[in-house]
């Protein structure tokens, strides 16, 4: 399913993520391996939840709700942890 290769003295790995019913091929760090995996999963819950939640959305807004769902999750983080540091 993956290769590995050295990349400027880095391990690469190459992978194949998939989304709903399509597949990205990536080249990432070996050490960002599993976050990769963990954010294919994630997304791909979040696609089902909406999926269930609205049947007759098409997957251009099945997909754009859960960009915004993440994005929003991702910046809510950041700003807590902005205000934490300023405490």
Known sequence: EFQQFEKNKILQQQLKIKI???????????????????????????????????????RTDLMAMTALFLANALLSNSDSNATESTI
């Open 20 to 58: 709903g019913d399509r597949e990205y091929p990536l080249v990432v760090s070996a050490s960002d391996l599993p976050r990769m995996r963990d954010a294919e999963k994630l997304i791909n819950e979040r696609l089902q939840e909406y999926r269930n939640t609205f049947p007759t959305a098409d």
